[in-house]
C-alpha cells in the first residue's frame, strides 16, 4: 500500500498561486508515475497534471498548461502542483494519485488516492 496526503490547499482570489504538497509513504514510491486530478461539484473527476517516476516528463490538461507545474522529490516521497494564475473555474477538490495502468489522462488507471485539499479562488 502507498498512502498519500495532499495539503496546501485554501481560499485565494483570482490571479493569485497556491503550492500543493503530496505526501507519499512507501518505499517503492520513485516507482510510480504520479498525477494531479480534481473535482468540482457536480462534475466527473478530471486530470490536471502528471509526472513520470523519474520526474523527467510532464504532462498537462490543456486547461491548465502554463499557469501550472508539477514537479517531484523522490528523495522525500513528495510531489507538488504550483498553481499560479489562477481562475474561479480552478475551484474544486484536488487529489494527488499514484498510477496502476497505462493512460496517465485516466483515473481509473490510478491505483493509490489521497483524500483531497480544496482550493477555492474567487473572484
Known amino acids: 500500500q502507498v498512502q498519500l496526503v495532499e495539503s496546501g490547499g485554501g481560499l485565494v482570489q483570482a490571479g493569485g498561486s497556491l503550492r500543493l504538497s503530496c505526501a507519499a509513504s512507501g518505499r517503492s514510491f520513485s516507482s510510480y508515475a504520479m498525477g494531479w486530478f480534481r473535482q468540482a461539484p457536480g462534475k466527473e473527476r478530471e486530470f490536471v497534471a502528471a509526472?513520470?517516476?523519474?520526474?523527467?516528463?510532464?504532462y498537462y490538461a490543456d486547461s491548465v498548461k502554463g499557469r501550472f507545474t508539477i514537479s517531484r522529490d523522490n528523495a522525500k516521497n513528495t510531489v507538488f502542483l504550483q498553481m499560479n494564475s489562477l481562475k474561479p473555474e480552478d475551484t474544486a477538490v484536488y487529489y494527488c494519485?499514484?498510477?496502476?495502468?497505462?493512460?496517465?489522462?485516466?483515473?481509473?488507471?490510478?491505483?493509490?488516492w489521497g483524500q483531497g485539499t480544496q482550493v477555492t479562488v474567487s473572484s
Open positions: 509526472i513520470s517516476s523519474s520526474g523527467a516528463n510532464t
Open positions: 494519485a499514484a498510477l496502476r495502468g497505462s493512460s496517465l489522462y485516466d483515473y481509473k488507471d490510478y491505483r493509490y
